[in-house]
């Protein structure tokens, strides 16, 4: 059974932290059925920057919370004298637990499947956390699990993933080592170059109508053989219904590699790695240029206008 909501145990700051701590311990949790770990996920990310932990003008800056309740939370700090010393224990203990879980799970492409929602909810919180000196020490490891992701994962964890790369780089910088043949930075160009490289590939699948896609149960569908023929979001129709009798659907997501919206948010973290590291990558820039312009030139045949 999945715990009180945390909102119930926000105006203590110490007990909130650690029902944080034991909602992120669910989630690691391979007894924790499916639905309990999104509740689980969806109570962390609610209540995300209310961490008493995290230094008062952080949650300030980084909380979506009403001006209210940061006042009371604010004070609360203040006249308990909550000392901030345990933020890296916190810390410690929930990258560590959501990097493993996103590291050791599978991709999922299906919008609507439980674990599909909580890697995304996961994504979302780790891109959350405040870039100080604390998160330093797990850039490179975070930024490592990110470009597999991109690689592997799907469109919408892919968008948050280029999210959190774009957010490190910007902050920490990480040193671009050129004795190092593949650091995450040339990986991350050459993985550019390669989705680049094979779009005029995929040209003619990308402009083809979009099947509809019906069968009597999402069991029925060939996941792998639907993935290699769609770009965007796809909706998969099936002739069950709900209590009311509405018609249900799923959403299947397209890979990171073949997504259009990844494909045009790309070349902006080139041109931040570029501005970052000019003199080390650019002989990549140079070449991942002509590939842009190729892209810009290409059409759909006639039968496609």
Do not use: W
């Not at 968008?159 to 910088?173: D, G, K, P, Q």
């Not at 593949?182 to 050459?190: E, M, P, R, V």
């Not at 009311?244 to 997501?253: D, K, Q």
Request: aromatic content about 8%; charged content about 20%; some cysteine.
């Amino acid at each position: 059974m999945a715990p009180p909501p945390m909102s119930s145990l926000l105006p203590d700051p110490i007990a909130h932290i650690n029902t944080f701590c034991s909602y992120v311990t669910m989630l690691a949790d391979l007894g924790s059925k499916d639905e309990i770990k999104l509740r689980a996920a969806q109570e962390l990310s609610e209540n995300f920057e209310a961490s008493a932990l995290v230094p008062f003008p952080l949650i300030v800056k980084c909380s979506n919370l009403g001006l209210r309740y940061i006042n009371r939370l604010g004070s609360q700090i203040a006249r308990n004298r909550v000392k901030f010393s345990e933020y890296p224990t916190f810390l410690d203990h929930s990258m560590k637990k959501f990097l493993k879980i996103l590291q050791d799970g599978e991709p999922l492409f299906i919008g609507e499947y439980n674990i599909q929602q909580v890697r995304k909810l996961i994504l979302e919180m780790i891109h959350r956390f405040p870039s100080n000196d604390h998160l330093r020490p797990y850039v490179k490891h975070i930024l490592t699990l990110m470009l597999k992701l991109l690689e592997t994962d799907n469109e919408e964890n892919a968008l948050v993933c280029l999210r959190i790369i774009n957010e490190l780089h910007r902050h920490f910088r990480p040193t671009f080592n050129p004795e190092v043949r593949f650091s995450n930075i040339q990986h991350f160009l050459n993985f550019v170059k390669t989705i680049y490289r094979e779009l005029p590939n995929h040209l003619s699948n990308i402009f083809e109508p979009r099947p509809n896609y019906r069968v009597a149960d999402l069991s029925e569908i060939n996941v792998e053989q639907i993935l290699t023929k769609i770009y965007s979001i796809t909706p998969i129709y099936t002739d069950q219904t709900t209590t009311n009798g509405a018609a249900i659907h799923y959403n299947m997501i397209p890979r990171a590699v073949n997504s259009m919206k990844v494909l045009q948010e790309l070349p902006i973290i080139v041109v931040l790695m570029y501005t970052l590291y000019k003199q080390n990558v650019h002989n990549d820039v140079m070449e991942f240029i002509p590939l842009v312009m190729t892209t810009i030139t290409l059409q759909p045949s006639a039968a496609h206008r």
